[in-house]
Every structure is written in C-alpha cells, then in structure tokens.
C-alpha cells in the first residue's frame, strides 16, 4: 500500500496512519469512527451486500480499524442483510491491542427499533463476548426480554433511541473507541446529531450504477453540508483509502 497524501510514500504501514494520536475521546462519549466501502459512483452494495465491492486492501483496513475499536455499532438492517457474527481480530493486530490495553476482541452494539434479530445466531450465542442491543425504551417489551437473555441491553428513549445517551452507557462501560460500520441509515442517525468524529471510506475502482442501494447517508439530509479535512490518502490496485476527520476533531 502506498500514501498519495499529505505526502507520497511508497510501501507504508497503513496501521501508522491510522494509529492518529489525534483520535482523542470527547468529554461525553466514545471517539466514533465511521468505515464504509463505495463504488466510485457511490453505490454502498452490489445485489444488496458489500462483498463485490471489497478487496484484500478493504478488507486490511476494515481489520485494521476493528482492532482499533472497543466496541463496534452496527445498524440491524446490516447485521441482518451480511450476516454479522462475532467480532474477530487478526492475530497481527493482537499485539496492538494488549499494548494498549484493550481486551482481546472489541464488542459489538447493533443498534434497532424493533428487535427482529436472530438471537440465536452465532452473534448472540458465541460466549466470548455478549453484544449490547441500543434500543428506544418503548420496544416490544416481549422482544426486550429475549434480547435481554443473550445481550446487554441499553433501552434508552421514547418513542426513539436517545443516541447520545446510548454512546455516553457505552462509554461509561469502558467504549472508548467506537467504529461504525453502518449502514446509511445509522449513519445518519450519528451524522445527522454530530455524533461522528472521523469517516474512513474506501472508493473501490468500481462502477455499479442504478442497483447499487442507498449513498453512504441514505437519502437524509443535513441541516447544513459538514466540511471534512483529509487526513490521508492510502491506494493499492486502484482503490483509494481515504480518512477524513470532521468539525468534532478538530474542537475536542
Ligand atoms: N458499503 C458499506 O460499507 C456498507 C456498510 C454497512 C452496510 N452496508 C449495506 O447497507 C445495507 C443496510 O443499510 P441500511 O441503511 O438499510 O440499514 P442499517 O443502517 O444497517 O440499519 C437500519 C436499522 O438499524 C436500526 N436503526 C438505525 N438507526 C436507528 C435509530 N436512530 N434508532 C433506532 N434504530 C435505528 C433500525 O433497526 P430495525 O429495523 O431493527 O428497527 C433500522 O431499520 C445493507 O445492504 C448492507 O449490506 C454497506
């Protein structure tokens, strides 16, 4: 992999760019880090999940940064639709972590309104880590208690989840680093309430056209446009790796 920007470089360690000592923790809530995969015409899947649009870069990154993370929120409709199971951390990134005092495997938080999830899917059942489940606190109260049997659950809100309050329990519950790994409609919901510190995309040299699903926010809009800064430019066999930090870095 090589960086294009702030200065060329060939053959870098792309884990030294994103180890940023930048990324510092908000007084209230965990860093978040949002990590998305485009087609260069902005399509978020191809036949409705990400895999065609990935490669061994991506997928390095994508490893990269959840073995930055203590926690990974993840939208219902994108644990549903890629079939997430429970988090795995390459052995090279291992080391990393225990240097700076992170437990083995970063914990998953799915984020839903309505609680249709498999609980007894791999990701509920795997023993080694118990997900937690950030939910309005007027769910289905039924649902609540078989979410409650297998994930720790942050029912926080009515009628809709109180996302603030949802990051600022998973901080306190030691998520001091939080990737997002989507989809658009959560990211909008963190966008859209300045609740996202750092976006990592990566455009992958593909174009996928009219099927490609929603653009990485959905169709929502902004009160106003966010002006990002570029971080870095990483690129290997045509797909770019971009970082870009937003306004909430630059005051924290
Ligand atoms: N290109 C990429 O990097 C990338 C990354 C991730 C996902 N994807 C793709 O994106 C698609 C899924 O994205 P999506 O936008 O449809 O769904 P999503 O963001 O993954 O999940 C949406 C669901 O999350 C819950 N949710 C989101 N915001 C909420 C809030 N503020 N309060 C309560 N619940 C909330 C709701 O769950 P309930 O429905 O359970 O109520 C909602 O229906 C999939 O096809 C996936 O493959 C692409």
Redesign the pocket.
């Known amino acids: 992999m090589r960086q294009l920007y702030p200065v060329v470089l060939d053959d870098i360690d792309p884990a030294k760019c994103y180890e940023d000592p930048r990324r510092r923790q908000p007084r209230d809530r965990p860093y978040v880090f949002v990590n ?3 087609s260069v015409d902005g399509a ?2 191809v036949e ?3 895999e065609q ?1 990935g490669s061994a870069g991506d997928r390095y990154i994508f490893f990269l940064l959840r073995s930055l993370a203590d926690g990974i929120l ?5 644990v549903r ?2 079939r997430y199971g429970p988090p795995k951390i390459r052995e090279a990134f291992r080391p990393g972590r225990a240097a700076r005092g992170q437990p083995p495997m970063p914990r998953i938080a799915v ?6 999830l498999d609980w007894d899917a791999p990701l509920f059942r795997d023993g080694r880590s118990t997900p937690f489940v950030l939910v ?1 606190a007027s769910a289905n109260a039924e649902r609540l208690d078989q979410a409650r049997q297998v994930a720790e659950v942050v029912a926080i809100g009515e009628p ?2 109180d ?1 603030p309050e949802a990051l600022r329990t998973l901080s306190a519950a030691g998520i001091h680093a939080l990737l997002c ?7 909008a ?1 963190l966008l859209g309430r300045g609740l996202v510190d750092e976006l990592c995309l990566t455009v992958s040299p593909t174009l996928v056209g009219g099927g490609g ?2 653009r990485i926010m ?1 169709s929502s809009f902004l009160p106003e446009p966010i002006g990002l800064e570029l971080a870095h430019v990483l690129e290997e066999a045509g797909s770019l790796f971009l970082r870009y930090l937003l306004p909430t870095t630059r005051t924290a």
């Open positions: 998305m995969v485009v978020t899947v409705g999940v990400t649009l993840v939208g219902a409709e994108t639709s890629e984020v839903t309104r309505s609680l249709r309005p809709e989840l996302l790994e989507g989809g658009p409609t959560l990211n919901s699903g929603a959905g």
